[in-house]
């Protein structure tokens, strides 16, 4: 008898890894055999899409033992991880009449559905949820994510706008790329931008990495790396602008047509006493030049290395200044975003090709890709807070107000009651502070009703009350596009049958909005399949006209669209060549590097209208630093893409779970590489092998962020879990996720 063999194209399923790939799934009797990656001609305009370990990995995670598949009731106190199974009946009618019971005693604004990407296809994921949700009467919404809560808001700032990047082609056209806080070789950041960044260098750019550790990116693509201690990159941009003020190496045309607020002459109405940025750089009135001497003692960068990055950014041009962001995951992480726009502003490196104005970078002419196009529908509640702060909505959220970051222009006027996550691990294992935010979930006084809908039994859904088998993107029909760059399109058919008795998202909420009177309105007739047709006709009208009717590029198994970039797009081309015709959306119509929209905080210690460097509330300088005298990161991971992967044995095996700590700080605890360590400060401790290297400056100790929470009877972590260390404490503008700014100790464990 033959055997059916076939290989269907597919996309890599996205979990915010910051990229978006292509898969080629062999398929034996209904099975998946195989993963490969992108086989289609490989050009500059359009490159391949291909797949790093973690998507080619799936395979072992599609067919996982631990895979979800049947429903769980919690039968323990919550978060002890004690289930039984039951049916799909009893759990969609239970978790119906609890969304009912708490619609009816608190409001609308007591239901919740959390920030999460353990799923990103436009049918999988919690915009499933949402929608259910806001044709139910609404839930109380969120703002803004935890990767780039500082970068969303400052950018504008500076800008008017998050579409501030070139399409990455052009940075062939660069001399020079500063890789500040950016490693796109773990992380992504776009499928290929790594490679991009090696096509600039072969070109002749010269790539310097800037960043505590070496990286895979600061080891594969840079020509040097610049060791820095973390939470002082601000100190060493203002010190490079010492340099070019003082040298005289501003581009003096463009500042005083483009921009406000460099030096007194420029000052915005109503400001033009206040302190310019040359002032500070300067310290007319703080008394403290920002110099690269001062620079030095703050971030550890010899102040010959500043000086000398300095005048090549300056004077080989044009030149990229990229900002990562994880050194805007940190106390004050506003103050580096709008610092770097200013670099490359002062520099006259933007609106050019082969220059980078910085920020977020959403590539021009339009901003790239849709997100979820997925209908969400209106939120009649109204009012959203900043994702980072939902135990704060749900401790005491009829407190909170427009000056905790709500939207919606009021008070709230509830605290959450019923939590509904969807592919998301966010409420134990990648918020801050889990032994706190264990004990707040685990008071069912406060969240009364919590479900998770997930593939497996994750540190968060430990908590759940029901915990709902999802399938996989293997599993289901799905559609993503090309993430934050990228003009692409990846149809993403159903491969298999879910497994046991997993539904996908979209249908969990259709069968729970049955329950509710609502399966019309959430359906409109569509299953899956039917959805992506509709997405596929809405991504043609709205950003690819000449995308091919959607049977036909079914049938062809073409696997992805893609729209060749011939002549790269640059941002800001017109503004640049006429400011006056083409304003910015910024109150001047000007790049702000004095913003009238941040000196109206009045806030200037924390919020100050000019970039500024400020000592993390938690630092190596504070009095902490003698009992936790090490600073704590987490990096992005190739083993994981977050906490997604975590359970995956080829990648652990490839990957494994260490703390970085180098051999000075080493050989002061008597810790040799392979030891079991211990790392704690007042939140928490966790137990970890050691990995000693030169690869981290001294002084910082940094653990691979998203392994699941683990902790013993004793409640210490034995995963690797970095947030059992980090601060729930928040960005004082954006309301965003500080978690990288904590301080630590580490001892030796005797075996």
């Known amino acids: 008898m033959a055997v059916d063999e076939k290989k269907i194209r597919t996309g890599c399923p996205a979990h915010n890894c910051g990229g978006r790939c292509l898969l080629i799934a062999h398929l034996r009797d209904g099975v998946i055999t195989r993963l490969e990656t992108d086989d289609r001609p490989d050009e500059l305009a359009a490159p391949q899409l291909r797949a790093c370990i973690r998507g080619r990995a799936y395979l072992r995670r599609q067919y996982h033992p631990d895979r979800l598949t049947h429903p769980l009731k919690r039968v323990g ?94 940075w062939l056209n660069a001399k020079i790329i500063l890789m500040w806080g950016w490693n796109p070789a773990e992380m992504r950041d776009g499928t290929n931008s790594d490679y991009f960044v090696k096509l600039a260098r072969q070109n002749g750019a010269r790539v310097i990495c800037i960043d505590p550790r070496c990286t895979l990116s600061a080891a594969g693509l840079a020509d040097e790396w610049v060791p820095i201690r973390p939470g002082t990159d601000v100190a060493m941009m203002s ?111 933007v609106g050019i090709s082969g220059g980078w104005a910085g920020g977020l970078a959403n590539q021009a002419p339009d901003g790239g890709v849709l997100w979820n196009s997925f209908p969400e529908e209106d939120n009649p509640v109204g009012a959203a807070i900043p994702v980072f702060l939902w135990t704060e909505a749900v401790t005491r959220g009829d407190q909170l107000g427009p000056e905790h970051g709500v939207l919606g222009g009021k008070r709230l006027d509830n605290n959450i009651k019923l939590i509904y996550a969807v592919a998301s691990n966010c409420l134990i294992n990648q918020h801050a502070d889990i032994n706190r935010t264990a004990t707040i979930l685990q008071d069912e006084q406060l969240v009364e009703f919590i479900v998770v809908q997930d593939n497996f039994l994750t540190p968060t859904a430990r908590f759940a009350d029901i915990v709902l088998p999802a399938c996989t993107q293997f599993e289901t029909w799905g559609i993503e596009d090309g993430w934050k760059y990228g003009d692409e399109l990846i149809l993403m058919p159903q491969l298999v049958e879910p497994l046991g008795e997993a539904k996908s998202d979209y249908r969990i909420c259709a069968d729970i909005a049955a329950r509710l009177g609502l399966e019309e309105a959430y359906t409109q007739g569509r299953d899956e399949r039917a959805w992506v047709a509709w997405l596929w006709d809405h991504y043609r009208d709205s950003r690819f006209p000449d995308l091919p009717p959607f049977e036909a590029f079914v049938a062809d198994n073409r696997g992805v669209y893609a729209r060749p970039v011939i002549q790269p797009a640059v941002a800001f081309t017109d503004f640049r060549a006429d400011p006056n015709a083409h304003p910015l959306d910024t109150p001047s119509g000007k790049i702000e590097i004095y913003s009238t929209e941040l000196a109206s905080r009045d806030n200037p210690d924390e919020i100050p209208p000019i970039p500024k460097y400020i000592n993390e509330w938690e630092s190596p300088f504070g009095p902490e630093a003698e009992r936790f005298p090490l600073q704590v990161l987490g990096h992005h991971h190739m083993g994981r893409v977050h906490s997604t992967h975590d359970n995956v044995d080829w990648l652990k095996e490839a990957f494994p779970q260490g703390a970085w700590i180098n051999p000075i700080d080493a050989a002061q605890r008597q810790i040799a590489d392979g030891d079991r360590i211990r790392v704690f400060n007042g939140r928490g401790a966790l137990i970890i092998v050691a990995r000693v290297t030169p690869r981290i400056i001294p002084g910082v100790v940094s653990l691979p962020q998203g392994a699941w929470w683990r902790p013993d009877d004793e409640g210490i972590d034995q995963g690797g879990s970095i947030n059992v260390l980090t601060s729930s404490r928040w960005t004082p503008f954006a309301f965003g996720s500080a978690q990288h700014t904590a301080m630590v100790q580490v001892t030796r464990e005797e075996s």
């Open 77 to 170: 106190s919550r978060g002890d991880g004690r289930f039984e199974p039951f049916s799909w009946d009893e759990a969609l009618d239970t978790i119906a009449d609890e969304l009912r019971r708490v619609k009816d005693q608190y409001g609308n604004s007591a239901l919740f559905v959390p920030y999460g990407t353990g799923s990103y296809s436009q049918l999988n994921g919690s915009q499933t949820a949402r929608r259910l949700m806001n044709l139910f009467g609404g839930c109380l919404g969120i703002d803004n994510s935890y990767s780039w809560g500082a970068i969303n808001a400052a950018t504008p700032t500076v800008y008017g706008t998050l579409t501030t990047g070139n399409q990455r082609q052009d």
């Open 239 to 349: 010190a490079m602008a010492h340099v070019m003020i003082t040298e005289e190496l501003i581009d003096e045309a463009f500042v005083s047509t483009h921009c406000v607020g460099f030096d007194a002459s420029q000052m915005p109405d109503g400001a033009t006493d206040q302190e310019s940025y040359t002032d500070y750089i300067l310290g007319r009135r703080d008394g403290t030049p920002k110099t690269p001497r001062w620079a030095e003692r703050v971030t550890a960068v010899p102040a010959e290395t500043i000086e000398r990055l300095a005048r090549w950014y300056a004077t080989e041009k044009p030149g990229v200044l990229y900002q990562g962001y994880g050194m805007q995951r940190r106390a004050y992480g506003e103050q580096v975003v709008r610092a770097g726009c200013v670099l490359a502003a002062i520099t006259g490196n």
